[in-house]
């Protein structure tokens, strides 16, 4: 049971360029989320998701896109990035029956 | 707007002693959750112990346990028999059950010695 994966593990971006964060679960839970925690800060909720084709914004939505066409999968989209985006991201799953959400190991991301 | 406060940023113990990280929370709802969560070197969130805030009994997980204080709006985290896998931060999360989101901390870190 691999709970939930994240790819890739770190990456180095020009300011400007766009990437995609990869994020798959294989729980079957229903809710899905982003977090971004910049140094020596807590989790903040970029966007979240209740289930495929259901999304919303979370805390700090500007610069990022998601989209969740399946269960299992819960890409974030960054399209102009910029060195403020500079951050250490978790995707997350969440287990309905306990509301306890479960974490990817993270993406290291450097905006230069 | 709910709010979570962590007001020790740093803590260290000795092992095999005992420790207590603090969490205070604002809200004014009757029902949620609230976790606490460790982050290792290594960055992965790793759920410690959570608690539904309609239980009274304070809830624990081997060496872990909570100090709940509903009124106060009060969740400590007490570590018994500390190890040095314990090293890590901790975050205290609330969750109000009317939404879907999670509320973190600023963290406190905790240093165990040998």
């Known amino acids: 049971n691999a709970g939930v994966t994240q790819t890739p593990k770190f990456r180095i971006l020009k300011i400007g360029q766009s990437m995609t964060l990869q994020c798959t679960q294989d729980?079957?839970?229903?809710?899905m989320y982003w977090y971004r925690q910049d140094p020596g800060m807590g989790l903040k909720l970029i966007y979240y998701s209740v289930g495929a084709g259901i999304t919303d914004k979370g805390e700090v939505p500007n610069g990022y896109n998601v989209s969740r066409s399946t269960t299992e999968d819960f890409p974030l989209r960054l399209e102009l990035a910029a060195p403020s985006q500079t951050s250490v991201y978790f995707c997350?799953?969440?287990?309905?029956?306990?509301?306890?959400?479960?974490f990817g190991p993270g993406t290291r991301l450097t905006v230069l | 707007a709910q709010t979570v406060t962590q007001s020790q940023p740093e803590m260290s113990v000795q092992e095999a002693e005992t420790v207590t990280l603090s969490c205070t929370y604002d809200t004014s709802e009757s029902n949620y959750y609230l976790f606490w969560y460790k982050q290792p070197p290594s960055r992965q969130m790793i759920l410690v112990i959570r608690q539904e805030a309609y239980k009274q009994q304070n809830a624990t997980e081997n060496r872990f346990s909570v100090n709940f204080q509903k009124a106060a709006k009060s969740f400590s985290l007490k570590i018994s028999d500390s190890q040095l896998g314990d090293t890590a931060m901790y975050f205290c999360a609330f969750m109000k059950l009317s939404t879907d989101k999670l509320i973190f901390g600023t963290g406190t870190r905790l240093q165990v010695f040998p």
């Open positions: 729980m079957n839970h229903n809710y």
């Open positions: 997350a799953s969440r287990d309905r029956g306990t509301d306890t959400q479960y």
